[in-house]
């Protein structure tokens, strides 16, 4: 069975980072396009961050580019989303997604594959 699993969030100070993780199980993410989407309450969700299949192709929101760095490591099926110099306003509900087509995608409808999600708090 499919799953994505993340992990990493936590309360962090502004100007703090963290490292999330979006663990793969069921399947070999290699073949599979990552994204990275936040939903911070009231709010819609919001893409983050994406990454290809290859790992060749990565793209990133405008309100984290120059903070966030995505990567992925194929020998433990898992993708990380680097957060550095966070801010109160990335609080929120960070989640993974998959999808087979191998892109890097920021559109949320392009991902069949949701994880649980994790919880990012910046606050001091």
């Known amino acids: 069975q499919l799953q994505l699993v993340e992990s990493g969030g936590g309360l962090v100070q502004p100007g703090g980072s963290l490292r999330l993780s979006c663990a793969a199980s069921?399947?070999?993410?290699?073949?599979?396009?990552i994204g990275w989407f936040r939903q911070a309450p009231g709010k819609e969700r919001e893409a983050v961050s994406c990454?290809?299949?290859?790992?060749?192709?990565?793209n990133y929101a405008r309100s984290v580019k120059g903070r966030f760095t995505i990567s992925r490591d194929y020998a433990e099926n898992t993708v990380y989303l680097q957060m550095n110099s966070l801010k109160p306003e990335d609080t929120a509900l960070y989640y993974c997604?998959?999808?087979?087509?191998?892109?890097?995608?920021?559109?949320?409808?392009?991902?069949?594959?949701w994880g649980q999600g994790t919880q990012v708090t910046v606050s001091s």
């Open positions: 069921g399947f070999n993410s290699r073949y599979y396009g």
């Open positions: 990454i290809s299949s290859s790992g060749g192709t990565t």
């Open positions: 997604a998959a999808t087979t087509l191998g892109i890097c995608s920021l559109t949320g409808s392009a991902f069949p594959y």
